[in-house]
């Protein structure tokens, strides 16, 4: 099928360059007036070079008209009451200019960068949908999550790409976050065994991913089979394995001597225990009884430790066994929509992933991505003091891709995220965020924003998105695609909730 021929280069005082065409849009079907709208802001062009055919992206559209040029004029016509079209042939002067940024020559399936400019003149075409494709980075078993803008391809994202080097997923509220990321874990756990298939951990702050065991009308697909559902307030911690510095994590004004002495304690505790467990009562227990502490740290250690026994959490045994919960093409959703407390969140999240970092250096368990929801409540930009679960996060973010233990950030608020934690992402996904303070920390935390780009992910519908990073050679606008699982009741609107609420009211 022969191209379909786009427009034409022209010469402005920038260009044509390596750096920067524009080019005139030309009538479709030949047609006085064209209602179909030609080219789009972050559509895929090409054109022909000494060099080979080059891919370009489209940054800028503008239209033009000779005779609006001359505002005097215009003005006297638009006060005498004759219309334009009357006098002028304007339509015949209306010119649609685009400009467009080169991003390389594909070749042999290779990218080699741009030496030399296209020449004016040279035509500007619609590219083949397969080669595009190929051009920037999609693959045929990826995963699908979505459609390419204005182009009819499929967003397929290498899944070793996408997720060697995390994921984070950012987006103002009510821009489609929770639903992005449902999609892609309806792809993971769609992946056949010989496509290789992660182990998952949702950690859902509001309950929001019990819908993926539940399908979406006659078209949709269960993963009912292959979902585990734990809730929070189930979760236990195995107090033989922390350790006095363990301890000291949850409870940041403990000092050294404190912590010498809580080691003390611990050990003279497991050594009459003879491998038995214990819990947290058992510890307070032997501190109370032990005569060589001095009163006064006995007396902080009491308090730090019942602080944390308030909490419920720590219990002779892990519960659950995550070592047997995580299983390839398996999927675990942490549900914590139950705890209020953040301390007991953070907490939770903290031992859980130290114990999958674990598991993974050990290779126990199979290769895992941890989604995590609201992440800036878990690894803030503040002190890690005031977020107990910041460092196993930052650990994992520098080092969980040589055990193949991947994140996927999802959240709201980058700016309260923690830089160390962004940065480390490969792969970011972008849903519509307007908020400037959030804009101006993902341009100094990712190299391959550019101001362009973030004219962009403010201007995005609810459910587009912008993919740069690691899964794709140059950034890509999609679609995503419709959910095949059932959505959970989140997102009702204000007016549909006072009306159900006043409805139940009246029945009863």
């Known amino acids: 099928m022969k191209a379909e021929t786009i427009g034409t280069v022209v010469c402005t005082e920038n260009g044509p360059s390596t750096e920067n065409v524009s080019f005139v849009i030309g009538k479709r079907n030949d047609t006085p007036s064209d209602k179909q709208v030609p080219i789009h802001v972050g559509q895929y062009v ?9 891919f370009a992206h489209v940054e ?25 079209n009357a006098i002028f042939p304007i339509d015949r002067w209306e010119y649609v200019l685009a400009e467009a940024k080169p991003l390389g020559i594909f070749e042999n399936g290779h990218v080699r960068r741009i030496t030399y400019p296209p020449s004016p003149g040279t035509q500007v075409k619609a590219p083949d949908t397969k080669v595009l494709g190929e051009f920037l980075g999609f693959t045929k078993d990826g995963v699908h999550l979505g459609q390419l803008l ?33 999609v892609m874990l309806e792809e993971l756990l769609a992946r056949k065994s010989s496509q290789g298939r992660p182990a998952l951990l949702v950690i859902d702050v509001h309950g ?9 009308g006659a078209k949709g697909k269960s ?11 189930l979760v236990e911690i195995a107090t033989p394995r922390m350790s006095a510095k363990a301890f000291a994590t949850y409870a940041p004004d403990m000092g050294t001597i404190q912590v010498r002495e809580l080691t003390r304690v611990i050990r003279t505790l497991r050594s009459t225990r003879k491998g038995q467990p214990y819990d947290i009562g058992d510890l307070i227990t032997a501190l109370e009884q032990d005569p060589s502490i001095n009163v006064r740290t006995r007396d902080a250690l009491l308090g730090w430790l019942d602080n944390l026994q308030s909490l419920r959490l720590f219990g002779k ?7 047997k ?15 209020v407390s953040l301390q007991k969140k953070q907490i939770i999240v903290d031992a859980v992933l130290r114990y999958l970092f674990d598991l993974r250096r050990d290779g126990t368990i199979p290769p895992t991505i941890v989604f995590l929801e609201e992440a800036h409540q878990f690894c803030p930009q503040a002190r890690r003091t005031l977020a107990f679960s910041k460092g196993v996060l930052e650990t994992v973010a520098r080092e969980g891709r040589k055990y193949n233990l991947s994140l996927c950030i999802i959240s709201q608020r980058p700016v309260r995220l923690s830089t160390t934690v962004l940065s480390q992402c490969g792969t970011n996904i972008f849903l519509r965020i307007t908020n400037p303070y959030d804009l101006d920390h993902i341009r100094a935390t990712s190299e391959k924003i550019t101001k362009a780009t973030l004219t962009s992910i403010s201007s995005l519908t609810v459910g587009e998105a912008l993919v740069v990073g690691q899964a794709t050679r140059f950034p890509v606008f999609m679609q995503v695609r419709t959910r095949l699982t059932k959505e959970t009741g989140f997102g009702i609107d204000f007016e549909t909730a006072a009306k159900k609420f006043d409805d139940k009211r009246q029945s009863k």
């Open 223 to 233: 993963f009912e089979d292959q979902i585990t559902v734990i809730q929070s307030p």
């Open 317 to 323: 045994t892990p519960t659950p066994d995550w070592s």
């Open 60 to 84: 800028q559209v503008y239209k033009t008209n000779r005779y609006f040029s001359q505002i005097d004029a215009v003005h006297e016509f638009t006060r005498s009451g004759k219309a334009f």
């Open 208 to 216: 929001e991913y019990t819908g993926l065991a539940e399908s979406r």
């Open 150 to 182: 204005f182009h009819n391809i499929p967003a397929t994202f290498n899944l070793t790409k996408m997720y060697q080097k995390h994921v984070a997923l950012l987006a103002m509220s009510g821009a489609g976050k929770s639903y992005a990321a449902s």
């Open 325 to 339: 919960l995580m299983k390839p093409g398996q999927a675990v959703i942490l549900d914590m929509s139950e705890t």
């Open 46 to 54: 090409s054109m022909e070079t000494e060099e080979g055919t080059v």
